[in-house]
Antibody, heavy 119, light 109 residues
Framework: QVQLVESGGGVVQPGRSLRLSCAASGFTFSNYGMHWVRQAPGKGLEWVALIWFDGSNEHYADSVKGRFTISRDNSRTTLYLQMKTLQAEDTAVYYC????????????WGQGTLVTVSS | QSALTQPPSASGSPGQSVTISCTGTSSDVGGYNYVSWYQQHPGKAPKLMIYEVTKRPSGVPDRFSGSKSGNTASLTVSGLQAEDEADYYCSSYAVNDVVFGGGTKLTVL
C-alpha cells in the first residue's frame, strides 16, 4: 500500500533553515508528481509546493516563493522541502502528498511533521 | 492565490443530508472540472473523498457526492452518520497552483 513518511520537523529559531524529507513506498514514485501542503495549528490547509514526476518543473505558493525549495530523488524515492529564512508564520504541520493526476488530485497523504518556528 | 470560500460550519441529524458549498472564480472552480473534496478528522491527515467534481475514489461511500455550477462546487453527504463528523476542505486546480477552501466543520447532531 502507498506509504508516505515525513521526517525532519522540529523547533527552529526565526531566520534559520530546516529540511524536511518524505520517504515514499508502495508505488512507483518516479511516475507521480508530489506536493507539500501545510496546516498551521487550528487553521486550514495551505498548498506549499509541487514538483513534477521527473523533477523538471516546480511551482510554489507566493507565501514561500524564494525561501522554500522542493526537490526529489527518484532513485531514493524521497521528496524534500528545503526551508530557509523561516518565520513564525511558517509554523505548521507539513504534509507530503502524492498527486494522483488529472488536475492535482491529492490522493495519498503522509501523517505530517510539525515545524515550530520560535525563539 | 485567493482561498476558495466555504461556510465555516454545517450540521445535520443522523440520516439527513447536508450540502457544503465552495465558491471560487472563473480562474479556478469555474474554469476547470478539477474540484476535489477532503475529509479530515481531528489529529489525522486529510483523506480524498471526491475528485474531478463528481468522482469517488474506491472505498468512499456513495453517500458522498459532488457537483458544480458555475464558480460554485458542492459536496453533499446523504444519510449522515456519526463518523461523518469532521472538517471538510474543497480544493481546485488553477494554473501552476492548488487553491484550498477555508474548511467547513460538519457536526452530526
Amino acid at each position: 500500500q502507498v506509504q508516505l513518511v515525513e521526517s525532519g520537523g522540529g523547533v527552529v529559531q526565526p531566520g534559520r533553515s530546516l529540511r524536511l524529507s518524505c520517504a515514499a513506498s508502495g508505488f512507483t514514485f518516479s511516475n507521480y508528481g508530489m506536493h507539500w501542503v501545510r496546516q498551521a495549528p487550528g487553521k486550514g490547509l495551505e498548498w506549499v509546493a509541487l514538483i513534477w514526476f521527473d523533477g523538471s518543473n516546480e511551482h510554489y505558493a507566493d507565501s514561500v516563493k524564494g525561501r522554500f525549495t522542493i526537490s526529489r530523488d527518484n532513485s531514493r524515492t524521497t521528496l524534500y522541502l528545503q526551508m530557509k529564512t523561516l518565520q513564525a508564520e511558517d509554523t505548521a504541520v507539513y504534509y507530503c502528498v502524492r498527486d494522483g493526476g488529472s488536475g492535482y488530485r491529492l490522493d495519498h497523504w503522509g501523517q505530517g511533521t510539525l515545524v515550530t518556528v520560535s525563539s | 492565490q485567493s482561498a476558495l470560500t466555504q461556510p465555516p460550519s454545517a450540521s445535520g441529524s443522523p440520516g439527513q443530508s447536508v450540502t457544503i458549498s465552495c465558491t471560487g472564480t472563473s480562474s479556478d472552480v469555474g474554469g476547470y472540472n478539477y474540484v476535489s473534496w477532503y475529509q479530515q478528522h481531528p489529529g489525522k491527515a486529510p483523506k480524498l473523498m471526491i475528485y474531478e467534481v463528481t468522482k469517488r475514489p474506491s472505498g468512499v461511500p456513495d453517500r458522498f457526492s459532488g457537483s458544480k455550477s458555475g464558480n460554485t462546487a458542492s459536496l453533499t453527504v446523504s444519510g449522515l452518520q456519526a463518523e461523518d463528523e469532521a472538517d471538510y476542505y474543497c480544493s481546485s486546480y488553477a494554473v501552476n497552483d492548488v487553491v484550498f477552501g477555508g474548511g467547513t466543520k460538519l457536526t452530526v447532531l
